[in-house]
């Protein structure tokens, strides 16, 4: 029963161009929608997060925009370089994390 | 601050045997989470554990059990374990309340069952 669905599996993006990942939730009680950042080998690490009562927040290049009534929310990151390439995963928080299959981004220079 | 550290990093286990995986936590955090990660289903949750008590778990047959102590350390353990254990096992760590989203990952246990 997969509550996030998450898309694209894989992106690549030429340096400096501007990176989406989607994903749509079905329940509606979740508390917080997270995105984290994976590298080869190391336990994923929270980028950025936000409530289902804000429509968008932005940390620096990364920007989560929310879409309550189409259960919606994407991650746009900026500019992105080659230091970004890494498996980005959306999540629900109500309790417990409920991940996304993930996104492999390869950032080309 | 030290991160979280999980022993050991990789295990080489044979069907049917059990395992035990060890998480310590950051300091101060009191909620320790398990996730298994596959390349086929995710990261997906296992359960976590507060104050020595079991407050919140996946979907996952009885097989896989924990245990949380009394300094915040956590284990997790796989009996008779079987091909499609195989994993990184993932431990997280935060404080109690209401940013408890934000979870401090370790960088895994890798166990492969042959």
């Known amino acids: 029963q997969q509550q996030v669905k998450q898309s694209p599996q894989s992106l690549i993006v030429q340096k400096g161009g501007i990176s989406i990942i989607n994903c749509a939730y079905e329940?509606?009680?979740?508390?917080?929608f997270p995105w984290y950042q994976q590298f080869p080998g190391k336990g994923p690490a929270l980028l950025i997060a936000i409530r289902p009562d804000v429509s968008e927040k932005k940390e620096g290049r990364f920007t989560i925009s929310f879409n309550k009534s189409a259960k919606q929310f994407s991650l746009h990151i900026m500019d992105s370089q080659p230091g970004d390439s890494a498996t980005y995963f959306c999540?629900?928080?109500?309790?417990?994390?409920?991940f996304g299959q993930g996104t492999e981004l390869s950032v080309k220079p | 601050k030290a991160g979280v550290t999980q022993t050991p990093r990789y295990l080489i286990k044979t069907r049917g045997q059990q395992v035990t995986l060890s998480c310590s936590p950051i300091s101060g955090h009191r909620s320790v989470s398990w996730y298994q990660q596959t390349p086929g289903q995710g990261l997906q949750f296992l359960f976590e554990?507060?104050?020595?008590?079991?407050?919140n778990k996946g979907n996952f047959p009885g097989r896989f059990s924990g245990r949380q102590f009394s300094n915040s350390r956590s284990e997790m353990n796989v009996s008779t374990l079987e091909l499609g254990d195989s994993a990184l096992y993932l431990c997280?760590?935060?404080?109690?309340?209401?940013?408890?989203?934000?979870?401090?990952f370790g960088p895994g246990t890798r166990l492969t069952v042959t």
């Open positions: 329940n509606t009680a979740f508390d917080y």
């Open positions: 554990y507060f104050s020595e008590t079991q407050r």
């Open positions: 997280a760590s935060s404080f109690l309340g209401v940013a408890s989203y934000e979870q401090y």
């Open positions: 999540a629900a928080w109500r309790g417990k994390l409920i």
